[in-house]
């Protein structure tokens, strides 16, 4: 397999933050979990030490946010090279990611190489 940059494992039907993308996987491609802090490329940063920054994810009217710590943060707008604003998130609120480790996991769909077996 081809591994793409940041690749840390295949994901399973037991991650269940990527069951959706595992399931949509079909015959040729496999879902694997790449760490999108070491990923090039990636706006994702993590979030080391105490922080006056909330979780900004939208949870209800009038651009009420979420408020919980969080552990990671992405750089939106412009993207940290050209002076983006960076958002912090919790736990909860990673669009689809999961923080394992100390790596941000984040399902993938690649294509698998000819001469494996997709089950
Ligand atoms: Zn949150």
């Not at 760490?35 to 940063?45: L, V």
């Not at 919790?90 to 690649?110: Q, T």
Request: charged share 25%; with cysteine.
């Amino acid at each position: 397999m081809t591994r793409p940059e940041g690749f840390v494992r295949d994901a399973t039907a037991d991650d269940g933050f990527a069951v959706r993308r595992v399931d949509m996987a079909t015959a040729g491609y496999r879902v694997v979990l790449v760490d999108d802090f070491a990923r090039p490329g990636s706006e994702w940063a993590p979030i080391s030490g105490p922080t006056s920054m909330r979780c900004r994810y939208t949870v209800g009217p009038g651009h009420l946010t979420c408020k919980r710590e969080p552990v990671a943060m992405v750089c939106r707008g412009r993207g940290r090279r050209y002076g983006g604003t960076w958002w912090a998130y919790c736990e909860r609120h990673l669009y689809g990611r999961k923080l394992e480790n100390g790596k941000l996991l984040n399902p993938i769909l690649i294509a698998s190489d000819a001469a494996e077996v997709v089950s």
